[in-house]
């Protein structure tokens, strides 16, 4: 059975699991296996997720998606950023957002529940929630050679814009991310 919920401080560990999970298997082919495959890499989400302030992320919102009872996976969403800086959890500035749009942050399944409906049942949420909060469209930054998870947001309803930004997750080299919209 597949249910969505709000993320709560408990969490923490099975959210870090598919962030690194979903890079590790995910982005194989786009950062350095050196990077991937360290204990810091790890480490290093791991901290971030358990120190999430939990109860302070103003107008945003954390959803996990659970596939049997156990967290696989994870979406974060609220106003567009202004500019979209941001780090490898889809963490930005959150502080000038522009109002008018909504925005997935990030967006990560565990592989083990890749195919299973997690991820629709995800990002039906995530829509529901922005709709919810009276945003009408929304955008995300998926990395363009990630041909995967594009062809599922395609799939949910979304498009790519033609806007291109360069990200470069702790020192890895830069790498291209596109810009995608939905109309919720």
Known sequence: MIEVRVAQPDDADAIAAAHIEGWRVGYRHVFPTEFLDADEFATSRLDR????????????????????????????????????????????????????KGEIYGFYVHPEAWGCGAASALIARCHEYLRDEGFNEAVLWVLRDNP?????????????????????????????????????
């Open 148 to 184: 995967r998870a594009r062809v599922f947001y395609e799939k949910a309803g979304w498009f790519a814009t033609g806007r291109e930004m360069m990200f470069e997750p702790q020192n890895t080299g830069p790498v291209p991310e596109v810009e995608y919209t939905v109309h919720l």
């Open 49 to 100: 997720w358990r120190g999430w302030t939990w109860n302070s992320r103003g107008d945003s919102q954390l959803f996990v998606v659970l596939r049997g009872g156990r967290v696989v996976g994870f979406g974060h969403v609220g106003p567009a950023r202004v500019e979209p800086v941001c780090d490898e959890s889809g963490n930005g500035s959150a502080a000038e957002t522009t109002g008018a």
